[in-house]
């Protein structure tokens, strides 16, 4: 008996040694800069048990005790390993040294087999250096240009920097700055985004899949981080080019414990063109800008409690000013007109990091967000005689915008690898201002003056979130994402409440490749009213209401991700997606109709879309690049709407390719191309026109008007967007000249946007060919088209130190 229970006491014990767990914890680093390094592979090398950093650089990695081998990895940095004989649990901050071309091969080959083996599809993470080097429209560094560029996302007109991704609209894209929701995220009408490449850390785009921690919008996320600043030294970098410059500069407060980064970007086509405008009127002034300023510190209290405060503000300005004066009958008469277009976003965000054990990190974050855009218009005229002056003003102003004041707190929780959790709750109050026009007079009299503000009225709504996920491993095979995310979004008295359901799976095949498939749940309840027929930024964001119905999608994806030789990814996706309670304008209605509330101007409808995309990858090395090509069907249908018939989405496109190659051909030069090819947007066109042919009487006036006989032309439209335009191809080329200073490094960046100089549509209309008749002798009718882009060269200085 007593040898039984000596038996029995060290069987447990062993049994104990061996199932006793220990953490690993800690941040991963850039040596050089000390910027956190994003989504970098943590693992035991031994079992392939691992995890990565979340967005702030913590790890948390639970492990049996014993011998390990601890790994980490990250794209461009060299392998880090410690052989660890883990019998306590440990605290490891990492700093990873950038790596040479030669041993960037083996790092890759753990990122790629780490995406083998994550649940996550439908996502792509956006190479910044890649970015930066590109060929661009004017030479300008564009990451919303860079995402357009991949498989299932879509790119509006000519030069644009709009997302349609997988069906959706431009306003189903929940655009992330540091966590804090941007509600335009566009420059020059459309032609340029709002984000400072130079500024920016990483770019995640995420399509399907959606894990439960987003919510709010149907079609995509982009989740933008922005540089922490350099905690090491004082270092800078900037750009000069044809029509902007911008200049980032960063570096230590204090210790290493706080840095700062401060970005700033400003086009100068106002500067430039001001000289030429006074030559033609002297008394003419004109002029359009745009502006970023990014900002951001961040300082370390201790190893478990870090503060951040990032923020950003952009405008863009068109503006005209006219002053005439003369003197007529001993009287002089002074006049000024003054009118301008602006919009532009704020947001600001105070997070603090805290490290509550091992296992468990939080994050708790207020934020602020602010959109507005304006019209404005004011006429001011004095007549001045000898002992009199007479004054009368005149100005219009219409605003719309959305303020948001939010906070929330998210946790991580890993408790061993086969679980990581995430979960948390956030509250926003939203304001919107759908539209308000304001009118003023002022004359010589009290009795002539005018002020009086009409329009919609404010909205306010309140929307709380929360969410719950978590990531397990069952067996060495199946791995599985499941999670829910809950919205209460509180409108005019009205409560719509929604229970997301998101899951995403990942199987095994092989070492080198798996097999995944997503369902997910969307609600968004905020809408944009966008007018097709104006080429500015009008779109007006307007909530969901007692007669608004926020939208829904649905959305199921399978694909594949295979791993070829350690050095190329080639992932392929199929997706099927619906989207309910859609708003449009009714016909003829737009923001500025003043007379019907702006829920009286729209219908509701439904659209849904499917598809295959394929993405080819291949991110180190001298030759670098990707292959996307999409293959998709988009429609939407209103019942009062194109006779409630469905109808090809206007961005509905059958194909679209995006070719990106980049090689490095020594040290100091690199060559990039991008080609990109897609079907023609579906418009609307009559497909026969009648003249029709009547008389007008005025019992009161009948010689003026009995006997004439007038016309007008009628036209006749079948199907609603059943025409396509051309097929929108384009190459572009560029080439970039490094050389070292002894103060830092410059970068000469050469670029041809539209090389071959194709006349890609625009838009077409309806015009006459002349000298060319019809049967009747008119000019023959044909249908014309306007290109906005010929061949355009580009060249801008870079400069670091």
Known sequence: MRNYFLLSFFLLFYLNAHLQTYTISGFIEDETTGEKLIGANVYNEKSFKGTITNYYGFY???????????TISYVGYAKYQQEIDLTKDLTLNIKLTPSLELQEVTVKSNSIRMNVESTQMSSINVPIETAKAMPMLLGESDIL????????????????SGLYVRGGGPDQNLFLLDGVPVYNASHLFGFFSVFNADAIQSVQLIKGGYPARYGGRLSSVVDIRLKE???????????IGIISSKLTLEGPVKNEKTSFLISGRRTYIDVLTQPIIKLIDNNLSAGYYFYDLNAKINHKFNEKSRLFLSAYMGNDKAYTKFKSEYLYDEIKHESSEKAGLGWGNITTALR?????????????TVTYSRYKFSINNAYTEKSIAANNTQTSEYSFEYFSGIDDIAAKIDFDYSPNPNHAVKFGISNTYHTFKPGINVFQIKGNAESENIDTTFGNTNVYANELESYFEDDIKIGSLLKINIGVHYSNFAVKNVFYNSIQPRISSRFVITEDMSLKASFTQMNQNLHLLTNSTIGLPTDLWVPATDKIKPMIAYQYAIGAIYNIKDEIAVTLEGFYKTMDNLIEYKEGASFF??????????????????????????????????IGYTLSWNYRQFDNIGFGEKFPYKFDRRHDIGIVISYKLSERIDMGATWVFGTGNAITLAQEKYVSYFSLFDQNDFFNYGGQTYYDNLEHYDNRNGYRMPSYHRLDLG???HKKRYWGETTWSFGLYNAYNRQNPFYLYFGYRNNYYDGLGNNQRVLKQVSLFPLIPSVRLNFKF
């Not at 240009?145 to 644009?160: A, H, R, W, Y």
């Not at 603090?352 to 708790?364: A, D, H, P, R, V």
């Not at 007379?595 to 030759?623: A, C, H, M």
């Open 60 to 70: 948390s990695l639970t492990l049996p005790a014993g011998k390990i081998l601890f």
């Open 145 to 160: 240009k860079t995402i357009q560029l991949m498989p299932g996302v879509q790119s509006g007109n000519e030069g644009t």
């Open 229 to 239: 600043g350099n905690n090491k030294k004082f270092k800078g970098e900037g750009s």
């Open 352 to 364: 603090w990091n805290y490290i509550i054990n091992k296992k468990l990190f939080s994050n708790t």
């Open 593 to 626: 109709s003043s007379k019907n509330d702006w829920e009286q101007q729209i219908e509701n409808g439904r659209g849904w879309s499917y598809g295959g995309e394929l993405l080819i990858q291949k991110d180190v090395g001298k030759f670098t690049g990707w």
């Open 735 to 737: 080439i970039n000249i």
